[in-house]
Structures are given as C-alpha cells and as structure tokens.
C-alpha cells in the first residue's frame, strides 16, 4: 500500500499596496524635534525652576554691560568674573571656574544655583586661559529659605502657589495700589467734604 507524500504549507501576508509602503518609507522625511528642558538647576540638588523670563533677561543684560556692551570684549579671568547686581540684591559669577575660590562673597552655607546660557547669550563668552566657552551663570540662595529661579531666588513657602489668586485686603488702604475705582471714588469725595467743612468752621 502506497502513502502519499506530506506536503508543508507555508503561509505569507504580503501587503495590500506593497510598493506604496515602500515608498512611503523611503520618502518621509525625518521631522524636527525640539526638546524642552530646564536652564536652572541647583548645584547642591535641592528644587529649582527656570523662573520669570523679564527677571532673567534684564538680569542677563545688566551682568553684559561691561563685558559684552562695553568698548571691548573681555574674557573671564578669576578677577572678573563677579558682579553685584542690584536689581536682584546678589552677586552672580560668569562660568564655574572660580567662583568658590572666591572668599570673599562666596558663602558656603547657602545654596549654589546655575543658570544655562543659551547659545545667542554665550556666544562671545570665553575663558582667557585657554579660551575654552563659558556656559552657565553661577549665584547664590539662602538655604532652607530660598530656592534657584532662574536667574533670581525665591521664597521656598512659595513652591506651587505662584498660580494662586491674591486674597484680597481686609481694607482698601491695606493694598493702596491695587484697590479699586469704585473705593477711590468714594474716599476721595469724602476727604474733600471733610475738608470743607474744617475750612469753612474755622474762618
């Protein structure tokens, strides 16, 4: 008695449109990717943000005036690299090669913060020894009180409340600015009447 022979099947799924996949592959072009991430980080790994943008772009162009604005470029040697600014009230040091070695303003027990410069901002910002870039801006916070924000410092007690509304003043004198018309139209009137009326009594 004769056997028939076994016969192996082998099944393939080829695709509805296979020189269209294919081509779809070959002619995608690659989309651009940006990716986010944050310039300020704390040195001594507590918490940091990046802060408010104005602050950090006025404090940026007030550290530049002398370096950067100035008749000549200087480049960063360890007697030049401080400066005081009194807009936020702190100094801040350009590039992170010296500035612990300064005794005098560098204070160890606060908190060191650092702040990415960007490649406009740091274009022209070179060591003079051996011309290598610089790339952050270095300051200091009060520990356990501050945090790094971006290129200023903020009140730890505030992490996570900057998006809260104000609560507003008890009395339209405690907040004197930002009271509003309808309390102003009413105190002034008032002030002018009793004034009158003081004048008028005593003549």
């Given amino acids: 008695m004769s056997q028939s022979p076994e016969v192996a099947c082998i099944t393939i799924f080829v695709p509805v449109n296979l020189q269209r996949n294919l081509d779809d592959q070959g002619g995608e072009e690659e989309q651009p990717r940006n990716y986010f991430f944050q310039r300020t980080r704390s040195l001594n790994g507590g918490y940091a943000t990046d802060g408010d943008p104005k602050i950090n772009d006025e404090v940026y162009r007030i550290f530049m005036l002398t370096i ?3 008749f000549n470029i200087f480049k960063i040697k ?3 690299d401080r400066s005081f600014i009194y807009l936020t009230r702190r100094d801040y040091w350009l590039g992170d090669r010296y500035y612990y070695l300064d005794n005098y ?4 027990t606060r908190d060191s913060c650092a702040y990415r410069m960007n490649e406009t901002e740091r274009q022209h910002l070179f060591y003079e020894e051996d011309n290598m870039p610089i790339f952050d801006i270095i300051y200091q916070c009060q520990r356990y009180q501050e945090y790094c ?3 200023n410092c903020c009140k ?3 992490i996570g409340r900057h998006d809260a509304p104000k609560k ?3 009395y339209p004198w405690d907040d004197p600015w930002h009271h509003n018309s309808a309390s102003s139209s009413f105190f002034i009137p008032a002030i002018i009447i ?3 009326f003081n004048f008028f009594k005593n003549s």
């Fill in 168 to 170: 507003p003043p008890k």
């Fill in 105 to 108: 303003y560098y204070l160890p």
């Fill in 78 to 80: 360890m007697y030049n």
């Fill in 149 to 151: 924000c971006g290129l």
């Fill in 194 to 196: 009793i004034s009158m």
């Fill in 68 to 70: 950067l604005d100035g």
């Fill in 156 to 158: 730890i007690d505030q």
